[in-house]
């Protein structure tokens, strides 16, 4: 009779280990899965707050978006003439001296360093922009003139989404009615340029236009993530016209063995509209006009 109690309560302990486990497994993928469903909905913007916000400013008719052609949807001819126009900027881009190779030729970057972080990076930003800010400019001026986008158009699965708005959640980055983000996997050090409809250029060294758009995310100036992100958002209100997008590839990191060859992607979510491309920029290579979009009003169109 003991040995039988014995066994009962033995075989009863183990059971009630194993559900208590199993308990525990479910919890933590409901939990998990809470988690993703959050990131899921953050990354498809908050439309139900962005339409009352618009309401309650008069925008209560929804802007639509047209999207420049991209270079991989161009003719034999077309691609031909783009390619003229590149060779211009890529002519301008070493005239006006804005290689960094050239620029970069300390000691401490003719090495690949394991150093996590260095001051020097960010007095190097400031120096080289405070000697250098016309040329960008001008070269700046000279991309925005581009109408052919060299992003690629992609469809990324649900989870390479969760893990880029992860990055922005990561950093604090702001959602809004326009958000443009820019990712990518090693330490070299891209900028984001937005050239807004007002005319302005929100950048590093100009990080909130009179429009209404801010840069809140600009990483690895130092090298400190293998997984960057920038981003560029108007969070309740974004002013009608065209908007290009360029990205620069300002400085390779000689980090870990990151290579002067850099893949990003950009997503850009407009009025709750998601739309995502991937490229990629060789260190020395001149600002890339990755593509543009138009907002007007439904009335507005011709």
Not at 65 to 70: A, C, G, I, P, Y
Not at 276 to 298: A, N, Q, R
Request: proline share 3%; charged share 35%.
């Amino acid at each position: 009779m003991d040995q039988t109690i014995l066994l009962i309560l033995i075989f009863g302990g183990g059971a009630s280990f194993f559900i208590a486990l199993f308990m525990l497994n479910r919890a933590k993928k409901k939990r998990e899965l809470k988690k993703r469903q959050k990131l899921h909905n953050a990354s498809r913007a908050p439309l139900s707050s962005m339409r009352a916000s618009r309401k309650g400013a008069g925008h209560d008719r929804r802007h639509v978006v047209s999207r420049s052609l991209q270079l991989d949807q161009l003719s034999e001819q077309a691609r031909e003439a783009y390619e003229n126009r590149q060779r211009r900027r890529v002519e301008q881009f070493s005239d006006l001296q804005l290689v960094m190779d050239e620029i970069f030729i300390p000691e401490r970057d003719a090495v690949e360093t394991e150093d996590e972080e260095s001051e020097e990076d960010e007095e190097d930003r400031s120096t080289w922009i405070s000697e250098n800010e016309d040329n960008l400019n001008a070269h700046a001026d000279l991309v925005a003139e581009e109408e052919v986008g060299t992003g690629i158009s992609v469809r990324v699965s649900q989870e390479e989404d969760l893990e880029l708005m992860a990055r922005l959640a990561r950093e604090g980055g702001k959602s809004g009615v326009v958000q443009i983000s820019l990712a990518w996997d090693d330490y070299n050090d891209l900028d984001m340029h937005v050239f807004c409809p007002s005319g302005e250029r929100i950048y590093f060294n100009n990080r909130k236009s009179a429009c209404g758009g801010e840069l809140d995310v600009d990483m690895n100036v130092r090298p400190k993530s293998k997984k960057p992100i920038e981003n560029v958002v108007w969070t309740e209100f974004a002013p009608d016209g065209e908007y290009k997008i360029g990205v620069h590839f300002y400085r390779h990191h000689r980090k870990r063995r990151t290579k002067k060859m850099c893949k990003f992607r950009l997503r850009i979510v407009t009025y709750g509209q998601v739309k995502e491309y991937s490229g990629e920029l060789t260190s020395g290579d001149p600002m890339s006009m990755i593509t543009s979009f138009l907002l007007v009003k439904p009335d507005e169109e011709e």
